[in-house]
């Protein structure tokens, strides 16, 4: 079966530990994570999971159950599809030599990213997007080389009814 | 009122009704003892933590309530972990409180200090750190709750010496709600409407039954809607009981050492009814040639046993009593009448299936263990409880002794825990007191706990171990045998203790038979003794589980005697 990108989302108790149940339910039963972030909701006795996995149809099944049999998660959502937003952030080390400096920065410009860093052999640049839009900028800046890079993994939310 | 966490942990455990706490004592809680002391709970003091776990295990499975257990941080705590894995397996409530150092020296690396959390995160259906004295009531009352309700399972609640120690004011916790933690017990009603019309349709209907239907108490409505609707029952080792095993309908366990006709029934079947089910790898054989004709209705409470392992028709999510209850009153007996005739054709396959390949041994002038629990089943009417340790021993019991009742087999399924049987065995005398209680051992699996046979002197529980000599270990030896050439590695077990002089060193009653016409007589004395007993027997060392399903195969594919 057809392995696909899964986003799963969850609201979870806000106690010590429960990354650790969501976490260990994936290395145990051999479930695949490729992203993972997670912080506190609106209501501090929550916190918001959102974990990308790769999977075919009867392991996101499993997941999904898995995931809502643990005693402290509240509500799992899948999140795949056009229903939900997804947005990931990025901060870029890419090196600044002289001749490169101006095209950096027209791209920075056409990929509405910011600067947040500036030395005299490099920028660091913030960006968020959707995985297009990271994908087709780290290409663009690869050929100027790309000293360091941390990506946040995907976030989620649904759409609301219009 | 300010109380101490001890004294608070006492209260917690007179509003569950705990009557009785399996444990072992330690630096850690040794506060939790001098409380405990004080009240009216029973203590049996194990001589290990691994049997502190199992007796609670087996006290739970018998009297169906929640089995509690108490040790020491470190040690004690990861001694409970094979315990409390097996129990998780087998969905068993349990709550296993554990001593922790105090809350000042945790991450200290401090003497008798283990992250027993962490490390029974994946083995509990949950558990608890106490880090306030305060939450303490709350904390116990929510293990217990957990632990009974839903799919039951054990629940661990660590709590470190000072949290024992510390005063706090004490109020009477609230009813447990958990937003996050709301089992389903209702089935859906249409999905029991399909499943009605599948049965009454059906021509070589099969109900396959679990761990689940005894969990949930629903064997008499499983034996009202076989006899109703005529379908022939099979169940897992799990659910043996959970159908009477002398009834025309049963046909005995299925799976890899199941009877050839329950095998040959779920090739065959057009429908199965499969109830508190998991379709574990020792059920199914090579899934997808599982019951390949069938189409599967799945009726458990857990949601994440339903398409694990095999594809399901109906998925029906809910407590098994209330969906056997509603299923019973959906069926249309009218329906089911010109039914009966064409199931007829069904009924006479499965009888033939029954007299090609019964259950049988050839029996020789050496003892063959089959004759053992053969005779063991006739002595006591089918009505002792009977706890098993696991491999050749747990499987012939589980073919020869016939359960008519639920919570009277009590063995390790899912994790198949050697050294599980002896244990749990007091536990299950200490709940049942006027229960014959029977372990059925082999030579290698009883020395995994035997300590414990200095906790049924002193406790008194009049358990008889009976113990299938035959100095290997047996299903291992039995694989090497059948898959590996006979080349025997490490399986051989020559150099064991004699068993009577053990049974008489530890103050128990040891006996011994060597040929068959001593069989009885032994098991006579043994069941008639009033204490502790451990009865040796010499059987034929090469007797292999029969039928038997190699790995990975069909289960239609059967090795037979």
Redesign the interface.
């Known amino acids: 079966m057809k392995e696909e990108k899964h986003i799963f989302s969850m609201l979870v108790d806000n106690v010590p530990g429960v990354l650790s149940r969501v976490v260990g339910l994936f290395s145990g039963r051999d479930f695949n994570i490729d992203s993972l972030c997670v912080a506190e909701t609106l209501d501090p006795e929550v916190s918001r999971i959102t974990i990308v996995s790769r999977a075919d149809a009867p392991i996101v099944e499993q997941i999904e159950k898995q995931l809502n049999k643990l005693v402290n998660v509240r509500k799992i959502r899948d999140l795949t599809g056009p229903k939900a937003v997804k947005r990931e952030m990025a901060l870029i080390c890419v090196k600044a030599k002289a001749q490169h400096r101006a095209e950096i920065l027209r791209i920075v410009d056409i990929f509405r990213c910011k600067v947040v860093d500036v030395g005299p052999g490099h920028y660091i640049l913030e960006v968020t997007g959707d995985e297009g839009k990271l994908a087709a900028l780290l290409n663009l800046l690869k050929p100027m080389g790309i000293k360091k890079i941390a990506r946040t993994g995907p976030i989620a939310l649904f759409r609301e009814p219009n | 009122m300010k109380l101490t966490g001890a004294q608070i942990l006492m209260k917690a455990f007179a509003d569950e009704k705990v009557d009785t706490i399996f444990g072992y004592p330690g630096g850690a809680v040794i506060d939790i003892y001098d409380e405990l002391i004080k009240t009216d709970i029973r203590h049996v003091l194990v001589r290990h933590e691994q049997g502190a776990v199992h007796a609670a295990d087996g006290y739970a499975r018998v009297s169906g309530r929640v089995g509690v257990c108490l040790v020491t941080s470190g040690p004690g705590a990861t001694n409970t972990v094979t315990g409390i894995a097996s129990a998780y397996m087998d969905s068993i409530p349990l709550v296993v409180i554990t001593g922790q150092v105090p809350t000042h020296l945790i991450g200290n690396d401090a003497f008798q200090e283990v992250d027993i959390?962490?490390i029974t995160?994946?083995c509990t259906?949950?558990n608890y750190?106490v880090k306030r004295t305060e939450d303490l009531a709350t904390v116990i009352k929510q293990a217990f709750h957990?632990a009974r309700s839903g799919r039951p399972g054990p629940v661990l609640v660590d709590i470190p010496k000072d949290i024992a120690n510390n005063k706090a004011a004490y109020t009477p916790p609230p009813p447990v709600d958990?937003?996050?933690?709301r089992p389903n017990y209702r089935p859906n009603q249409k999905q029991l409407q399909r499943v009605a019309k599948l049965i009454e349709r059906a021509e070589r209907p099969l109900v396959f039954v679990g761990g689940g239907v005894i969990l949930s108490g629903a064997s008499q409505d499983l034996v009202e809607l076989a006899r109703k609707a005529q379908m022939p029952v099979t169940a897992s080792l799990m659910g043996l009981g959970a159908f009477p095993g002398t009834d025309p309908l049963w046909l005995g366990m299925i799976g890899m050492h199941g009877t050839y006709r329950a095998n040959m029934a779920a090739g065959a079947c057009d429908l199965m009814i499969s109830v508190g089910v998991r379709f574990d790898d020792r059920v199914t054989g090579k899934t997808d040639t599982f019951a390949p004709q069938a189409k599967i209705v799945h009726i458990d409470i857990?949601?994440?046993s339903i398409?694990?392992n095999v594809p399901v028709a109906i998925p029906v999510v809910g407590d098994c009593k209330l969906a056997l209850e509603q299923l019973n009153q959906l069926i249309d007996t009218q329906q089911m009448e010109g039914l009966a005739t064409r199931r007829k054709k069904w009924f006479a396959r499965i009888e033939h299936w029954k007299n090609t390949n019964p259950l049988a041994y050839r029996q020789k002038d050496t003892i063959k263990p089959q004759f053992v629990i053969e005779k063991l089943f006739e002595l006591t009417h089918g009505d002792a409880i009977v706890t098993t340790e696991v491999g050749q021993n747990q499987m012939w019991a589980a073919q020869f002794y016939h359960f008519n009742a639920p919570n009277r087999f009590v063995t390790s399924g899912g994790l198949g825990t050697m050294g599980f049987g002896l244990p749990a065995a007091i536990g299950a005398q200490i709940a049942c007191p006027d229960a014959l209680v029977v372990d059925v051992a082999g030579d290698g699996s009883i020395q995994m706990n035997i300590q414990e046979m200095a906790t049924a002197v002193q406790c008194q529980t009049p358990i008889k171990v009976v113990i299938l000599n035959n100095c290997y270990l047996g299903m291992v030896r039995q694989w090497q045998e059948l898959f590996y050439d006979r080349r025997y590695a490490c399986t051989c077990m020559d150099c064991a203790p004699d068993f009577v002089k053990l049974a008489e060193a530890y103050g128990a009653l040891g006996l011994r038979a060597t040929r068959p016409e001593e069989v009885e007589a032994v098991l006579r004395k043994g069941i008639e003794t009033p204490a502790p007993v451990i009865m040796d027997f010499a059987v034929d060392r090469e007797e292999c589980v029969y039928p038997m399903v190699p790995a990975g195969a069909p289960i239609t594919e059967m090795l037979l005697v």
């Open positions: 959390v962490g995160r994946p259906k949950h750190l957990i958990l937003p996050s933690y857990d949601p994440t398409r694990k």
